[in-house]
């Protein structure tokens, strides 16, 4: 059974703006309650921010997103940590993770196009000692996003089958 906390993050992970009397109404619970939970949960940094997610192909923006690998040398006593926080603060740099496999660093970029992303990645990124190699990908397309789908238009009747 789920703590009200859990259920409170789970609602607002679905829609950050649904009213919180409507919140309170779903879980069975005053929405002073509601409204308590929430609070703590900012103010203990569980809750970080709230963000749209944006449909770009009808936001007309040039912006250019980039996800980049990055290999990267830990340094003694400070591990990825100091690595990763430096390249988190650069502006372009909207998330950046720590990642198991072939590469050390997922980094998600926005630049307003692709000569000022490439500019980021010589200029900035691959300037640090510790960065080994980079390999860059551009998204070209969204089909989801933070659990909402961009694109519905999928043909969801079966075609059919003949011999």
Request: a negative charge; aromatic letters at 6%; glycine letters at 4%.
């Amino acid at each position: 059974m789920m703590r009200p906390m859990e259920e409170i993050i789970q609602l607002l992970q679905k829609n950050a703006l649904m009213p919180r009397d409507e919140m309170a109404r779903l879980l069975n619970k005053p929405k002073e309650e509601v409204e308590a939970v929430i609070a703590e949960l900012e103010s203990d940094g569980v809750i970080l921010g709230y963000r749209p997610v944006l449909n770009r192909e009808k936001w007309a923006t040039n912006t250019v997103t980039a996800v980049i690998e990055v290999k990267i040398t830990p340094e003694r006593d400070g591990g990825f940590d100091r690595i990763a926080s430096r390249i988190a603060k650069f502006e372009e740099v909207q998330s950046c993770y720590l990642v198991s496999g072939g590469y050390d660093l997922l980094i998600v970029v926005e630049a307003p196009n692709l000569r000022a992303a490439a500019g980021f990645v010589a200029e900035k990124l691959s300037t640090i000692e510790a960065v080994q190699s980079t390999a860059t990908h551009f998204r070209l397309k969204t089909y989801k996003e933070n659990g909402t789908f961009h694109h519905l238009d999928v043909a969801t009747e079966r075609l059919a089958v003949t011999p």
